[in-house]
C-alpha cells in the first residue's frame, strides 16, 4: 500500500482550497448567470472541504496511545494559539486598514466556527480513541451505521415537518466524520484500487450534481447543507446531509486509491503526483493548511469590502471567484510557509 502520509497530504490540500473557494463563492451569495441560474449553488463542488479535513483528523488521531496531558499540551495548544494570534490580525485589519465595524470583528468568529467545532472534537479524541482501541471493525460499521441513518432521518423529519423524538446527538455530529475518516483510512476492501477510484468519482459526481440541483431548485432542506443548526444537534455549520457523507466519502476514497492504481489516466495522474516538484508541493500545503485556513478570510474580507460592490456580469463573476480562490490558496500557502520558519513566530503560524 501508498505512504499513507501521500493521500492524507493531497486530501488537506484539496480541503484547504474547497474552503477557500467556499468563503471566494460568498462574496457573491447573490450573484446569477444565464437568465436566472444562482452561482452560488456551484459551491456544492467543493463542500466536502470541511468534513474531509474532520476525516483526516481521524485517521491521524485515533487508535494511538494518548497520554492527556501531553495530547493536550501538543495538539490542542497546537490550534490555540494560532487562533489567538489570526483573530487579532484579521480583527486589526477589518477595524484599521477597512475601517469596518465592530459587527463585522464580531462575525470574524462565526467564521471561524470551525476552529470551535474542532477544538470540541479536539477535546472529545481522548474518549473516543479508547472506543476506537477497543471496537472491532463490526462495531466501528455500527457507529457508522448510526450516523448515516440518523443523517437521513433528520433530514426526512425536518423537510416533511414530522414531529420526532428520537435523539441521536452522539452520532450525528463530527465525531460520525472522524470515526469515518479512521474506518476509511484503515479498511481494505474487496475490489482492485482501479474500481473503487471509478466508483468514488461516480459517487462523488452523482452526490455533487444532486446537491447542486436542490440548492438551484431550493429543495436545500432535503439535498443541501443539512447542517446541524437546522438539525436536533450542536450548533455548527458542518453539513451532515447523507449527500454530503457520500460526497467527503468519496473523494476521502478516491485521493486515497489514486496511488495504487495502475489503469490509465489514473497511473499518469499518480506518476505526476509522485514527482519531486509536486510531492514538496503536496507536502507544503498540507503543513501550512491550518494556517492558511486562519488568514485566508483577510483577501475575502478585503475582496468583499473593494470588489463586490462593483457591478460584473455572471461570467466575470465566475472568472472573478475562480482568480480569487487561486489567488489566496496561492498567497495564504507563501505567507504561511515564510512565517513557518521563523524562529518564536512559527509557533504562531500554523504551518505544521
Not at 320 to 329: E, K, M
Request: charged letters at 10%; a positive charge.
Amino acid at each position: 500500500m501508498a505512504n499513507r502520509l501521500e493521500y492524507i497530504d493531497l486530501l488537506k490540500v484539496f480541503s484547504i482550497l474547497a474552503i477557500i473557494t467556499i468563503h471566494a463563492f460568498m462574496v457573491w451569495k447573490s450573484a446569477e448567470i444565464l437568465n436566472g441560474v444562482v452561482i452560488y449553488s456551484f459551491c456544492e463542488i467543493v463542500r466536502f472541504g470541511v468534513p474531509v479535513f474532520i476525516m483526516v483528523s481521524g485517521a491521524l488521531l485515533l487508535n494511538r496511545e494518548i497520554e492527556i496531558v501531553d495530547f493536550f499540551k501538543k495538539k490542542v495548544n497546537r490550534i490555540v494559539v494560532p487562533f489567538i494570534f489570526y483573530y487579532f490580525l484579521t480583527a486589526f485589519i477589518i477595524v484599521i486598514l477597512l475601517n469596518s465595524t465592530n459587527y463585522q470583528v464580531e462575525n470574524v468568529l462565526a467564521f471561524r466556527w470551525y476552529f470551535w467545532m474542532i477544538l470540541g472534537v479536539y477535546l472529545s479524541i481522548p474518549v473516543i480513541n479508547k472506543y476506537v482501541q477497543n471496537s472491532s471493525f463490526n462495531e466501528l460499521r455500527y457507529f457508522i451505521a448510526i450516523f448515516v441513518f440518523a443523517s437521513i432521518f433528520y433530514q426526512i423529519t425536518y423537510y416533511f415537518k414530522i414531529e420526532q423524538y428520537l435523539y441521536l446527538t452522539l452520532f450525528l455530529s463530527p465525531l460520525g466524520y472522524l470515526i469515518l475518516g479512521y474506518y476509511l483510512s484503515k479498511k481494505d476492501f474487496a475490489m482492485s484500487a482501479n474500481k473503487i477510484v471509478v466508483l468514488a468519482l461516480i459517487i462523488f459526481i452523482v452526490s455533487t450534481a444532486i446537491k447542486i440541483w436542490g440548492h438551484q431548485f431550493h429543495f436545500g432542506t432535503i439535498t443541501k447543507d443539512f447542517v446541524a443548526n437546522t438539525s436536533p444537534i450542536l450548533s455548527s455549520w458542518v453539513d451532515v446531509s447523507i449527500f454530503e457523507i457520500m460526497q467527503a466519502s468519496s473523494f476521502f476514497l478516491l485521493c486515497k486509491y489514486i496511488y495504487e492504481s495502475d489503469a490509465i489516466p489514473f497511473r499518469q495522474i499518480k506518476n505526476v503526483l509522485q514527482t519531486n516538484l509536486i510531492s514538496k508541493f503536496v507536502l507544503s500545503v498540507s503543513r501550512s493548511s491550518y494556517g492558511m485556513y486562519l488568514i485566508n478570510l483577510i483577501p475575502t474580507f478585503m475582496f468583499y469590502h473593494y470588489v463586490q460592490p462593483m457591478d460584473f456580469t455572471g461570467t466575470q463573476i465566475c472568472l472573478l471567484i475562480i482568480g480569487l480562490s487561486l489567488a489566496t490558496f496561492f498567497s495564504t500557502w507563501i505567507i504561511v510557509a515564510i512565517l513557518g520558519k521563523i524562529p518564536y513566530i512559527k509557533n504562531l503560524s500554523g504551518y505544521y
